[in-house]
């Protein structure tokens, strides 16, 4: 059986002596695992369509177990997220979180158009990119079945209360009078709450020329941490611990 469907390398697993199992976000089929035979002795065959971030339509044909890429025409290999290593690294988290959260035979077009414009964005852009990859989480959170409520109170549904707290568990906001019911709820000021409306329903090139002020950003950052943490599978990002590391020694 073939198949012919627009797709994203997300991961790369070496596999034999010279083939590549590729994880790709296909339009038709959401998750798909692939064998891209021969690559890693000739890479002529496929010219870069089989690295990581490569966006083209690919030609699979469903062998026993695994599929098998049988041909790619490649659309965009964004090449310019490979020009600075923070991006790279932003870029290389991207399609970490994505791996992780879409799943086989179930297909995600908001989330697939998503993923293309934020990685488009990325490629073209030359610092600050963390407000963009904040936006892609928030996204990719909402489109996936975890779109925080940020309106109403999460415990009472009250909305116009003053809030103060979000709670990961209930995916949302949690007014003065109910904070005390999860014991785990993080402050949140109004002024990250509306960072946060503004990036969930803003499109991502807009998002590239927002500059958010520092104390707002961390505080986004350690909200969607945590709520991440709490309703994906992984929680370990190998990417985002590089980035770690890169701050610290940045900041020493
Ligand atoms: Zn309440």
Partial sequence: MLCKTDGVVLKQTKFGEGDLILTLFTKKMGKVQAVAKGV??????????????AYGEF???KGRDLYQVSQVDLKESFYQLR?????LTYGAYILELTESIITEGQTNNRLFHSLLSCL??????????ETVVKAYELKLLSYSGYKPELDRCVYCGKAGES???FSSKEGGTICRSCF?????????SSTTINVMKYLMNTDLEQIARLRVKSDIMEEL?????HYISTHLE????????????MKEIHNT
Avoid at 221 to 225: A, S, V
């Fill in 234 to 245: 992984k929680s370990k990002f190998k990417s985002l611990q590089f980035l770690d590391t």
């Fill in 163 to 165: 809030v103060i707290k």
């Fill in 59 to 61: 030609v699979l044909f």
């Fill in 221 to 225: 950052n350690k909200i969607l941490k």
């Fill in 83 to 87: 020009e600075d290593i923070t991006k």
């Fill in 120 to 129: 488009s964005v990325l490629a073209k852009m030359e610092k600050a990119y």
């Fill in 40 to 53: 890693r002795r000739s890479r002529g065959k496929f010219t870069g369509s089989t690295q990581l971030f």
């Fill in 180 to 188: 005390g019911q999860d014991i785990y709820a993080m402050r949140i």
